[in-house]
């Protein structure tokens, strides 16, 4: 079954510091796509950063890129400079079949809320 | 460029009533998903629609239904509510029915039952 395992139940970061959120995923397909979500008080789910399976390059996304090591099914978000208002929780979520007979249902890990502090 | 509207953002239900949400996707968006958020659960999918058709489900039972409109605009329906039915309610819109372009994520309803 496919899954998305989040280790960090919540972490402390100092502003303007450097914070690496973890995320490993478990699938038996070889097309699927990971991406990152933050969601803050308000409930909505921002999209921070997306990942394709095929793709060599880390993704980047100005702050926000993906540590992604496919051979360990890892695929870490690290944020640069961290700042106040990235406090918030932030979801890894994995869609299967990217590039085929894919649907548009995402697994979600169980999140890590961050608190960046002054 | 609006956003994922979600309609209403708060709602108290009483155990057994049913409730109707709803969810504007982006200009352009045919896909909806949604997604119940729950402490207990975390997000689980509910379904999916693109061009008026269902083409996903997640393991919710029978009073969980939806359906989507030719503007694709989208309702979900929970009928004979319970108290475990209190959560988020997030619906997600993307262009295609595969998401390569990206999942937009609406405000979402929070709903509580009493």
């Known amino acids: 079954a496919q899954k998305i395992t989040q280790t960090q139940p919540g972490m402390f970061v100092q502003e303007k510091e450097a914070v690496t959120l973890d995320c490993t995923y478990d699938?038996?397909?070889?097309?699927?796509?990971l991406f990152w979500y933050k969601q803050p008080s308000s409930g909505e789910m921002i999209f921070l950063i997306y990942?394709?399976?095929?793709?060599?390059q880390n993704a980047t996304e100005g702050r926000y890129s993906l540590n992604f090591q496919k051979a360990r099914k890892s695929a870490n978000l690290v944020i640069s400079a961290s700042q106040l208002g990235d406090s918030a929780m932030y979801f890894c979520?994995?869609?299967?079949?990217?590039?085929?007979?894919?649907?548009?249902?995402?697994?979600f890990g169980t999140g890590t809320l961050l608190a960046v502090q002054p | 460029k609006a956003g994922v509207t979600q309609t209403p953002r708060y709602l108290i239900k009483t155990r057994g009533q049913q409730v109707t949400l709803s969810c504007s996707p982006i200009?352009?968006?045919?896909?909806v998903s949604w997604y119940q958020q729950t402490p207990g659960q975390g997000l689980q999918f509910l379904f999916e629609y693109f061009s008026e058709t269902q083409r996903n489900k997640g393991n919710f039972p029978g009073r969980f239904s939806g359906r989507q409109f030719s503007n694709s605009r989208s309702e979900m329906n929970v009928s004979t509510l319970e108290l475990g039915d209190s959560a988020l309610y997030l619906c997600a819109s993307s262009v295609g029915h595969r998401g390569d372009y990206g999942y937009t994520f609406g405000s979402g309803t929070r709903l509580t039952v009493v």
């Open positions: 699938t038996s397909d070889q097309s699927y796509g």
């Open positions: 200009s352009g968006h045919r896909s």
């Open positions: 979520a994995m869609r299967e079949g990217t590039y085929g007979g894919a649907t548009n249902k995402l697994i």
């Open positions: 990942q394709g399976s095929y793709d060599e």
